[in-house]
């Protein structure tokens, strides 16, 4: 089955700076690599994905990257800010069948 | 965009007793809603993946008996823990997602529920 692994377990920045969380992937039929933000005792907030067609996704401050050669991806936040304090978590699937999540980042953002 | 509403979001009961929690998808029909279940500190594990109209598929080391869902139509999944014990206290997250068609539904999560057994 799909395997995720998700580096670093916690990632500390100071706010302005950028922060950067890559996971990579097993199983080369994965084509949906989405990433969650989850606050404490909330579920997970979709925040940006992309499909395996696509090489770079952006939107404002968040950015996404794959590499589906090297089955790897990556979030990319920008100029950070305390309300980006959570935990991050990637996602891969097939689309429509089930999602297999990565062990997650904690992001702290010090002002 | 896509909301899934999950109730209760917080529930106690006592042990040996059943409690049901409940997954809507407010504005579009789920072809798919999945189960998960959440540690503190950990990452969310799938518990079982349900169709409309179809039995739940349950991953290893389930207990389908224990962890009744029902997917009776395509905006509403219950998950129903049965004979409750103070181990099956958790966070129960629920998934909509829907297949085919034009529109990008991706998975769409809920609030979840914070259920403890005391």
């Known amino acids: 089955g799909e395997n995720v692994e998700q580096h670093p377990s916690t990632l500390s920045v100071q706010e302005g700076d950028s922060a950067v969380i890559k996971c990579t992937y097993s199983d080369s039929a994965s084509n949906y690599f989405p990433w969650y933000k989850q606050e404490l005792g909330k579920g997970p907030q979709l925040i940006i994905d992309?499909?395996?067609?696509?090489g770079e996704k952006k939107d404002q401050r968040i950015a996404v990257t794959l590499n589906k050669t090297a089955k790897h991806f990556s979030l990319h936040i920008t100029e950070t800010q305390p309300e980006d304090s959570a935990v991050y978590f990637c996602a891969v699937a097939e689309y429509g069948n089930k999602l297999v999540f990565g062990a997650g980042t904690i992001l702290r953002v010090k002002s | 965009g896509a909301v899934v509403s999950q109730h209760p979001s917080r529930v106690i009961c006592k042990s040996g007793t059943s409690v049901k929690i409940e997954c809507r998808s407010l504005d579009f029909q789920a072809t798919t809603m999945f189960w998960y279940r959440q540690f503190p500190k950990k990452s969310l594990m799938l518990m079982a993946t349900?169709?409309?109209?179809?039995?739940?598929?349950?991953e290893q080391g389930v207990e389908k008996d224990k962890f009744l869902i029902n997917h009776a139509s395509l905006t509403l999944s219950t998950l129903t823990v049965t004979s409750a014990h103070p181990e099956d206290s958790s966070f129960y997250i629920c998934?909509?997602?829907?297949?085919?068609?034009?529109?990008?539904?991706?998975?769409?999560f809920g609030s979840g529920t914070r259920l403890t057994v005391v």
């Open positions: 998934s909509a997602t829907r297949t085919g068609g034009q529109a990008n539904y991706g998975y769409t």
């Open positions: 992309i499909r395996s067609n696509v």
């Open positions: 349900s169709n409309e109209g179809s039995k739940a598929t349950y």
